[in-house]
Antibody
Framework: EVQLVQSGAEVKKPGESLKISCKAS????????IAWVRQMPGKGPEYMGI????????KYNPSFQGQVAISADKSVNTAYLQWSSLSASDTATYYC????????????WGQGTLVTVSS | EIVLTQSPDTLSLSPGERATLSCRAS???????LAWYQQKPGQAPRLLFY???SRAPGIPDRFSGSGSGTDFTLTISRLEPEDFAVYYC?????????FGQGTKVEMK
């Protein structure tokens, strides 16, 4: 069974750093792009960026470029989303999602990681 | 950036009724890059359709997708209780990928 399992909820203070993870199983990790999607409370999803785990080729939504870093470690089948300095506006649920091999849609999603940033 | 506008924002219907959801793009997109997702409270989105009309595995045939150019439609022929949720369209034709704001299908 294809699965993406994300790390648990985080509560952080403004200015702190954070790295959340998305572990893939049930398929060959290096054959599919992995995307990150933000969903702020009560709002729709927003595409943040995407990475190909085979060579770590990464493409960012300009709205998120420089605000986050996306990476992947193919030795442990895991993708990451990282912040160097969080702000309250980063409070949201973050999803990783696998892009289909033969289409551009996101066919498998992680369960989401709730990130709360509050002083 | 392509803006996807979904209508209506909320659809109040009863089980057994037909639901028609619209997604309009701010410029023409290739239908092969239009997807629909369903999201229930506290859950991740679930892929319903890719390529505008290709049903994802496990999606019941009461769901159908259609459209081209700038106008796309998701239809649920007879609503089941488990279909009450929020539905999003998404385009992957022109970077960055964008989602619509969603249509909530609620029980009347």
């Amino acid at each position: 069974e294809v699965q993406l399992v994300q790390s648990g909820a985080e509560v952080k203070k403004p200015g702190e750093s954070l790295k959340i993870s998305c572990k893939a199983s049930g398929y060959k990790f290096t054959t599919h792009w992995i995307a990150w999607v933000r969903q702020m409370p009560g709002k729709g999803p927003e595409y943040m960026g995407i990475i190909h785990p085979s060579d770590s080729d990464t493409k960012y939504n300009p709205s998120f470029q420089g605000q986050v870093a996306i990476s992947a470690d193919k030795s442990v089948n895991t993708a990451y989303l990282q912040w160097s300095s969080l702000s309250a506006s980063d409070t949201a649920t973050y999803y990783c999602a696998r892009r289909g091999a033969e289409h551009q849609a996101f066919d498998t999603w992680g369960q989401g990681t709730l990130v709360t940033v509050s002083s | 950036e392509i803006v996807l506008t979904q209508s209506p924002d909320t659809l109040s219907l009863s089980p057994g009724e037909r639901a028609t959801l619209s997604c309009r793009a701010s410029q023409r997109i290739s239908s092969i890059y239009l997807a629909w997702y369903q999201q229930k409270p506290g859950q991740a989105p679930r892929l319903l359709f890719y390529g505008a009309s290709s049903r994802a595995p496990g999606i019941p045939d009461r769901f159908s997708g259609s459209g081209s150019g700038t106008d796309f439609t998701l239809t649920i022929s007879r609503l089941e209780p488990e279909d009450f949720a929020v539905y999003y369209c998404k385009q992957s034709d022109i970077s960055p990928r964008t989602f619509g704001q969603g249509t909530k299908v609620e029980m009347k």
